[in-house]
């Protein structure tokens, strides 16, 4: 049994008291949040303590904490929490600046306790299964990979303007993908993007609308395709094009209902948002955090994983202001 | 090369000209109707001259008849053409009176010249498709059967006064289609039917919505479901559960677009009725006949086919007058 | 906050378990079984302690009981718990024999507690929207239902031999679904049934395929099919035909991954069976349990409805052993 | 009636013919070929004569004639024929060097004849009807599109060496779909290619697998992803995100049957090539050519939308080239 520290109690950080407490190998002990309201809130709801930050990386009891504060907290508290002999399972994104990021991946890089990032959409069933499938070698070598993540409705200005944009903040997460799945990192990153679902974004220096691609230096092409706005739903697909097929992971919808009238066949929209959406995916993930822990294994996402995602948003932001390909090497060797 | 005469002028004679004309082996050399600007209209749209039946029939060159006339002219033309020893190509149903049809059968049975019955639907592609892996094993052995046949709408009263009934008049092609996918004909017949789409069907003593079950010597089920009325198209759908799976003809749609906005997921509605869902159909039918008469091979609906059909849709009827099952063989018996 | 007391501690008791403890009203205070070791590990795991049924019944802490012990214990527990006056939950069927489950009705009319009988499927979140879709009339009058049900495989013989058969101990789901839909009973009942998946249930005097036709006084049509086995999964679908249009509940499927190679396009199986296929359904049958006894207001599922689907299970018993429809008052007579 | 002159009796000419003698307003005269048995037998299948290009091109009959003859006759047989007042359908591209496309639309631009160049896919029916929803305002204003095209198989390498390559051979269809459905030219564009399906493909200095972005001068995004090889069948798909949802126009299936079993579901593959695909479409663009001589309108695909395209492949090339992106302009700057 893992007791566990929860740093944040916000939206994210409830998803996350949820799992703790759904694995039979885990615990919930103690939650810390700067709002004290909704810290003493999630405590109540589940039944565990409320501490201080500091409290809690001191706490000999805790031998796991999970980071959902805001992001300019998460270098720190990763330094810290493994300085203090803690597992550490991070939030996306390890922080908006690269340099920072590297440091914190430097500074704990003998530490002896394991560090995993929050990609939770690796650890979706659909996408999941697709990444096996494609493994397995159910459509050959693979070729040609497309990502569409459109979210439903994009967040309010004021986090708009705090969340590193769109390449750091929304597309970070399909980096990842595309390194899940390619088992490699990309040669190349192309960005294309602008600004059509709302001035305010592209007032805020921001972009609502993005379109990168990546070459390997195999040859294979990813592409990444991002809204902020899909009146319809959350839309979170992968296609991938192989040598001997196509593999897709479509949507999830609403429900199974068909109904055709005279005006057309109507079925459901695609699940909400990411808490509809991917609620399964975070349960999987603090799953196979806790495995790691116990079985003493490597964590399926390491600190140097969310380092890379973050150096490909810099080199999509940078071949956006600079209009042309940039190598991802040219990124790494900034630091 | 076969030189065809067509007997009819109306709508489907007007499909049937159209195949007849598409098949390389085929040639439509006279049209003959009641109506004689009808046969005049199809005689100069397929290049062919018109003729009055009886010198059709007469017509040394002409080697092959299709009987597209009104139902009850299906039996006497058949006899006609066969004692002329021209081979027969004759739309469903072969007579309303099932002992007219028996009589028709009996009296060509000695005939060298094949017979066929127009039952399209064994023709068309999704159907045989089905009908091709089920045969092929692919889900076992065959355990239930379940036909959708709905009509966009209902026909005229004037032509619901002159049809036979539901029975024998839309539900005989699902009585060839069991025939045709079970490869036997049914043991028992029960039916139930109702008048909810329009009443003036009821008041002319028909029924518009009718769910028949048959069983099978070895046990095997099936059901048949009609209505007059679907208001979002042509809906033609098999379902056969087997001991390994199940097999489902799907219908077809009337494009791919696929729209999904806040008010849910849009697409196509089904082509919306037989003129566009069966046309490939009754081209195979032609061809089909064609190359039985090139290849001195059986016809693949035989007469006694259509005559079987019309057993089950009268032991259908009967079976609604009389509230109870009806063995098949109790109708064949009467006859 | 209502304390709930667990009759049974098998497989679907684990199942009203987690719901009991997932409602934020409820709570589960105590389990009882014959089989003292399915009661301990039950409780374990639900932090509850364990009881004899009559403890439980007499314990005045306990304001629910959930009845989920053999079929056999349904009526004679929740006479006991009516007197008891604790408010109860029990699982389908109310008994096996129809004339004990009108006593056990008759026995507890007066009680002012409420019983509810535990039809699930009514609760499932997609057949629920199909459901509300139809009465606010998005496809206009009803005509007919078609409700496909069947199983992955078929239990042992062993279950078989005691389950009642197929029409009370499968398709009593079915039946109670149409009555659910319907918004009353069938006028009319004509099944027919076959023994096509294993000779040993014909064996045991069973039947494992079945297909019944039910005829409303207003002319709707209902028609329900039953097999014990489906190889691809659970397969659990309802059509509706209306004077507008038509509804569909389709299943839900493994995942969304979809492979298209050589040998064609392949897409998910449907969730295997009724675990997963109806979890969410236990969820939200509990949940409307506790809110009708948190408002004071009547449950959604009451006792007679579940004699009433037992009296469905019995015209279409009755049906085909005398092969003719069977009027459902004639049984009802016959009480 | 237009009386035309086919050039060219290939696979494709074959197409054309069979089109042009479907139309009720256009008659086959004459074809000619470099190849005589070619054009003979084309001429024999669909009863008109054979002729020399020249004879055919001075023939006073002809009002139109369509030139599928090879890539490298196409702006010689343009300029002729209009020369000679005949009206012009050309099969795509114009001619693979820009200039001389270029200098043939200069050379054209007074005539007063029509002419147009053949890309099919603007008249398939479920681009246009996607086209038509789009342009109707069913999902706002367009943001971004992504076109899919793969062929099933690479062509022979013989063909790949005097294709132009996959840019102006394969990808200029996509180009020119991209101009119908935005209704502007795009400002950049930015290819990415790879040689991943035949290292044949590649030593003759193509690509067979390439992603192109480009951008509009509004923001609005395009990508295209191409690849020479999809052993699923021929995949040709359009998806629209707008400000109010998404349009995709899917591919069509070989048959519409769905077998489930413990293996999984089962469905059709697309159609294989883009003679089963694009059938209807050759159909409609030919009667909408016929459609536009008969009413002097203008024709829907103009000599200078077929430039256009070809410019946008030649900056395409020049983007993989140059490793950068390139606006369109500088390519049209280079003529």
Same mark, same amino acid.
């Given at each position: 049994?893992?007791?566990?520290?929860?740093?944040?109690?916000?939206?994210?950080?409830?998803?996350?008291?949820?799992?703790?407490?759904?694995?039979?190998? =885990?615990?919930?002990?103690?939650?810390? *949040? &700067?709002?004290?309201?909704?810290?003493?809130?999630?405590?109540?709801?589940?039944?565990?303590?409320?501490?201080?930050?500091?409290?809690?990386?001191?706490?000999?009891?805790?031998?796991?904490?999970?980071?959902?504060?805001?992001?300019?907290?998460?270098? !720190?508290?990763?330094?810290?929490?493994?300085?203090?002999?803690?597992?550490?399972?991070?939030?996306?994104?390890?922080?908006?600046?690269?340099?920072?990021?590297?440091?914190?991946?430097?500074?704990?890089?003998?530490?002896?306790?394991?560090?995993?990032?929050?990609?939770?959409?690796r650890?979706d069933p659909n996408f999941r299964y697709l990444e096996q499938e494609m493994n397995a070698g159910a459509i050959g070598a693979v070729?040609?990979v497309?990502?569409?993540?459109?979210?439903?409705?994009?967040?309010?200005?004021?986090?708009?303007?705090?969340?590193?944009?769109?390449?750091?903040?929304?597309?970070?997460?399909?980096?990842?993908?595309?390194?899940f799945l390619m088992g490699?990192?990309?040669?190349?990153?192309?960005?294309?993007?602008?600004?059509?679902?709302?001035?305010?974004?592209?007032?805020?220096?921001?972009?609502?609308?993005?379109?990168?691609?990546?070459?390997?230096?195999?040859?294979?092409?990813?592409?990444?395709?991002?809204?902020?706005?899909?009146?319809?739903?959350?839309?979170?697909?992968i296609e991938v094009l192989g040598s001997k097929g196509l593999l897709e992971a479509n949507?999830?919808?609403?429900?199974?209902?068909?109904?055709?009238?005279?005006?057309?066949?109507? =079925?459901?929209?695609?699940?909400?948002?990411?808490?509809?959406?991917?609620?399964?995916?975070?349960?999987?993930?603090?799953?196979?955090?806790?495995?790691?822990?116990?079985? !003493? *294994?490597?964590?399926? &996402? =390491?600190?140097?994983?969310?380092?890379?995602?973050?150096?490909?948003?810099?080199?999509?932001?940078?071949?956006?202001?600079?209009?042309?390909?940039?190598?991802?090497?040219?990124?790494?060797?900034?630091?």
């Amino acid at each position: 049994m893992f007791n566990v520290g929860l740093i944040g109690a916000g939206r994210i950080a409830g998803v996350h008291a949820r799992a703790i407490q759904a694995n039979p190998d =885990s615990r919930l002990l103690a939650v810390s *949040d &700067v709002n004290v309201g909704n810290a003493t809130a999630l405590a109540e709801a589940y039944s565990c303590r409320t501490a201080s930050t500091d409290e809690l990386l001191h706490d000999p009891d805790i031998q796991a904490v999970l980071i959902a504060s805001s992001t300019d907290t998460h270098a !720190d508290l990763i330094e810290a929490a493994t300085l203090r002999g803690k597992a550490v399972l991070c939030e996306k994104p390890v922080d908006l600046s690269l340099a920072r990021a590297f440091q914190c991946m430097n500074a704990t890089e003998d530490r002896q306790k394991p560090i995993m990032v929050g990609f939770n959409r690796r650890f979706d069933p659909n996408f999941r299964y697709l990444e096996q499938e494609m493994n397995a070698g159910a459509i050959g070598a693979v070729e040609m990979v497309t990502l569409t993540s459109f979210d439903p409705a994009p967040p309010p200005i004021s986090y708009i303007k705090v969340s590193g944009g769109i390449f750091r903040d929304m597309m970070i997460h399909d980096f990842d993908m595309c390194h899940f799945l390619m088992g490699s990192l990309p040669e190349t990153i192309t960005a294309t993007a602008a600004c059509l679902v709302d001035q305010a974004i592209g007032d805020a220096g921001d972009y609502d609308t993005a379109v990168v691609t990546m070459t390997y230096t195999d040859g294979r092409i990813a592409t990444i395709k991002n809204s902020r706005r899909a009146p319809y739903g959350y839309d979170q697909r992968i296609e991938v094009l192989g040598s001997k097929g196509l593999l897709e992971a479509n949507n999830q919808f609403e429900h199974t209902v068909v109904k055709s009238t005279e005006q057309g066949v109507t =079925s459901a929209k695609p699940t909400y948002f990411f808490l509809e959406r991917y609620m399964q995916s975070y349960q999987n993930e603090w799953d196979a955090f806790v495995n790691s822990l116990r079985d !003493d *294994d490597a964590v399926p &996402v =390491s600190l140097r994983d969310g380092v890379m995602a973050l150096a490909c948003s810099e080199a999509a932001l940078l071949s956006l202001q600079s209009n042309r390909p940039v190598a991802l090497q040219e990124i790494l060797n900034q630091i």
